[in-house]
């Protein structure tokens, strides 16, 4: 029974970094669950309750800058509230259009909202680029917390 939790804790952790990348993923909390399963089942003797709220923390910091990149790139260029609106509500809402969804979701929405806002197709296009970049943004910040993780986990387990 104990090879299965450990293979499933490892698998998590695999699945994880994988899903920093691959939006439908939830990559960073998969992670997370990963590393909480692997300190349960050697009985939190080298990744102890601190260093659990620090990874959990992490792992909070990580979905908060999902959620948030796209509306911060579109208001970065300026553009109205109504385009930071469409941005995270096409963040939202693209989750049910699957891959293509969750990283098309904030450009079209952050694209409308300008475009609604303004009438303006070069604000709108300014304002659809700024969210697809927010969206690379978060996909390097989410790596980062992700190494950084990994890095105190190893470190907690082999110190």
């Given at each position: 029974?104990?090879?299965?939790?450990?293979?499933?804790?490892?698998?998590?952790?695999?699945?994880?970094?994988?899903?920093?990348?691959?939006?439908?993923?939830?990559?960073?909390?998969?992670?997370?669950?990963?590393?909480?399963?692997?300190?349960?089942?050697?009985?939190?003797?080298r990744v102890g309750a601190w260093t659990l709220v620090a990874l959990g923390v992490m792992t909070?910091?990580?979905?908060?800058?999902?959620?948030?990149?796209s509306v911060w790139g579109v208001k970065r260029v300026g553009?109205?509230?109504?385009?930071?609106?469409?941005?995270g509500v096409g963040a939202i809402v693209g989750i049910l259009g699957g891959v293509p969804g969750v990283i098309l979701g904030p450009i079209v929405g952050a694209v409308c909202g300008e475009y609604i806002a303004r009438r303006n197709e070069r604000?709108?296009?300014r304002a659809g680029i700024a969210a697809g970049i927010g969206f690379?943004?978060?996909?390097v910040a989410k790596l980062a917390i992700a190494v950084t993780m990994l890095a105190v986990f190893a470190l907690a387990w082999f110190a």
């Amino acid at each position: 029974m104990n090879e299965l939790l450990w293979i499933l804790a490892w698998a998590s952790m695999l699945l994880g970094l994988l899903g920093v990348f691959l939006p439908l993923l939830p990559g960073v909390p998969l992670l997370f669950g990963g590393m909480l399963l692997a300190a349960w089942i050697d009985g939190f003797t080298r990744v102890g309750a601190w260093t659990l709220v620090a990874l959990g923390v992490m792992t909070a910091a990580a979905w908060l800058v999902e959620m948030l990149a796209s509306v911060w790139g579109v208001k970065r260029v300026g553009a109205s509230g109504l385009a930071m609106a469409g941005a995270g509500v096409g963040a939202i809402v693209g989750i049910l259009g699957g891959v293509p969804g969750v990283i098309l979701g904030p450009i079209v929405g952050a694209v409308c909202g300008e475009y609604i806002a303004r009438r303006n197709e070069r604000a709108a296009a300014r304002a659809g680029i700024a969210a697809g970049i927010g969206f690379l943004v978060a996909i390097v910040a989410k790596l980062a917390i992700a190494v950084t993780m990994l890095a105190v986990f190893a470190l907690a387990w082999f110190a």
